[in-house]
C-alpha cells in the first residue's frame, strides 16, 4: 500500500474532525460515555474506559478552534484544485 | 575549540562580531557527547586553503573602505540572524536532546547490530543512569539511539530501489513513493504505541524519540532479508526474515520490558493483578506489531 505523507494529513484531519463531532449530552450521556459518568474515584489509577473519555473530552476542547481553522482552509484548496 | 590559525581577510572583521557572541557550543560541556577529534593539522590545511582564494580578490575588496563597512555589517547581520534562527528552531525541535541520541561510536553501532540480530545472549538489559540522566549511548549499549534507525531508514530505501531495479519495475518516482510510504507507517505506529501508554497509564520515562528509536531498529532486519532475497531468491528471503523477525521481537520484548512493566515483574517474578497484566499485553503487541511491519514493508520486494 502506497501511502503519501498527504494521505495522512488527511486522515488525521478527518480523525479529529469526527471525535470533535461527537455531542456531548445528544449522544455520549445516552451510551454512558458522558463527561460527569468518568469522574470516578480520584484515589486509584483511572482504568482504560476512563482514559479513553478523558481523551475524546481533551481533544474536544483543544481542537476545537484550530479545527476551525484547518477545515476552511481544507475548503479553500479543494474548492480551487479540486 | 581555539581557532589560532584563522587567517585571510575575514578574521579583523569577523572578530568584532564572534567575540561578543561567544561560542555557541561549549567545548568544555561536562557530559561530554561527542569527543573533540579535531586536531590542529586540520586547521592549518583548511585556513591554507582559505586563503588562498580569498587573498586575490580581497586586496581589491580590501582597499575601498565603504566595502569594507559593508561586509562588516553583513557578517555580523548574518551571525545575528544565524543566533536567532538558532533560539526559534530550539524552541520547536529540541536540538540539545538529538544530539544525545547521536552520541555514538563504532563499536557501539557494532555490538547494537549484532544485538539485534542476535538478541539471546545478551543478559542486562537495564539502561545505565548517571544522576538521573540516561549515559550516552557509546558508553551504554542498552541505551536508544537515532543513528541506527536514520541509517537503517536510509539503506532500506535504497536496497528497496535496487531490489526492484534487479525486476525491471524501477522509476525514480518509487524511492519517493518508498521513503513517504515507510515514513506514514513509522508515525502511525509512534502513534499507536503513544495511545495505547496513555490508555493504560504507564508511566514511564520513554520519550517520543526512544518509541521513534525503537521503531525503527526493525530496518535492519528488514534490509538484511531483502538483501538475502537478491542474493539467495525468496527461500533465502523467508530463512532470513523468518530469523530477523524473531531476534527483533526477543529484542524488542526484552528492551521494552523493563520500560513499561513494574520492577518486580520485570525481574521476571510472577506478579498478580490485572494492570500487570494489561502491561504484559501491550508490551507484546508493541513486540509482535514489528514483525507484521518488517513483513508488509517488503514482502512486494521480492518476487
Not at chain 2, 33 to 60: I, M, Y
Not at chain 2, 176 to 198: D, F, M, N, T
Not at chain 2, 215 to 242: D, E, N, Q
Request: proline share 4%.
Amino acid at each position: 500500500m502506497a501511502f503519501t505523507l498527504y494521505a495522512l494529513i488527511q486522515t488525521a484531519i478527518l480523525f479529529t474532525n469526527a471525535i470533535a463531532v461527537l455531542h456531548e449530552e445528544r449522544f455520549l450521556s445516552k451510551i454512558g460515555w458522558g463527561a460527569e459518568q468518568s469522574i470516578g474515584g480520584f484515589g486509584d489509577e483511572p482504568g482504560i474506559k476512563a482514559q479513553l473519555l478523558n481523551l475524546i473530552r481533551s481533544v474536544r476542547t483543544v481542537m476545537r478552534v484550530p479545527l476551525i481553522a484547518v477545515n476552511s482552509v481544507c475548503i479553500v484548496l479543494l474548492l480551487l484544485f479540486g | 575549540m581555539e581557532y589560532p590559525n584563522q587567517s585571510g581577510f575575514r578574521q579583523r572583521k569577523l572578530q568584532a562580531g564572534v567575540r561578543m557572541r561567544g561560542t555557541p557550543g561549549d567545548p568544555r560541556d561536562p557530559s561530554l557527547l561527542f569527543d573533540d577529534t579535531s586536531a590542529g593539522g586540520d586547521k592549518h590545511d583548511l585556513s591554507g586553503v582559505g586563503k588562498g582564494p580569498g587573498v586575490c580578490p580581497g586586496q581589491a575588496l580590501i582597499s575601498d573602505p565603504m566595502s569594507n563597512l559593508a561586509l562588516a555589517y553583513g557578517s555580523s547581520l548574518a551571525s545575528h540572524g544565524r543566533e536567532m534562527m538558532d533560539k526559534n528552531l530550539d524552541r520547536f525541535i529540541p536540538i540539545s536532546k538529538l544530539k544525545y541520541y547521536f552520541a555514538v561510536d563504532t563499536v557501539y553501532v557494532g555490538k547494537k547490530l549484532g544485538l539485534l540480530v542476535f538478541p539471546y545472549m545478551h543478559d542486562n538489559w537495564e539502561v545505565i543512569y548517571q544522576q538521573d540522566t540516561p549515559v550516552a549511548p557509546r558508553f551504554d549499549i542498552n541505551a536508544p539511539d537515532l543513528y541506527i534507525p536514520v541509517m537503517g531508514f536510509i539503506t532500506y530505501i535504497l536496497v528497496a530501489g535496487l531490489a526492484l531495479g534487479t525486476q525491471n519495475r524501477f522509476s525514480p518516482e518509487i524511492l519517493g513513493i518508498q521513503a513517504s510510504s515507510a515514513l506514514v507507517w513509522l508515525i502511525i505506529e509512534v502513534l499507536a504505541v503513544l495511545l495505547s501508554l496513555y490508555l493504560v497509564t504507564v508511566n514511564t520515562d520513554l520519550t517520543t524519540i526512544d518509541l521513534v528509536a525503537f521503531s525503527g531498529y526493525k530496518y535492519v532486519g528488514m534490509i538484511v532479508g531483502v538483501i538475502a532475497g537478491l542474493l539467495f531468491g525468496r527461500m533465502g528471503y523467508h530463512l532470513s526474515l523468518l530469523w530477523c523477525c524473531v531476534s527483533t521481537f526477543v529484542f524488542t520484548i526484552r528492551t521494552l520490558r523493563l520500560k513499561i512493566l513494574s520492577e518486580a515483574a520485570a525481574e521476571g517474578r510472577l506478579v498478580r493483578g490485572a494492570k500487570n497484566q494489561l502491561r504484559m499485553y501491550l508490551t507484546m503487541a508493541i513486540a509482535a506489531a514489528q514483525p507484521v511491519f518488517m513483513y508488509w514493508l517488503t514482502f512486494h520486494l521480492v518476487r
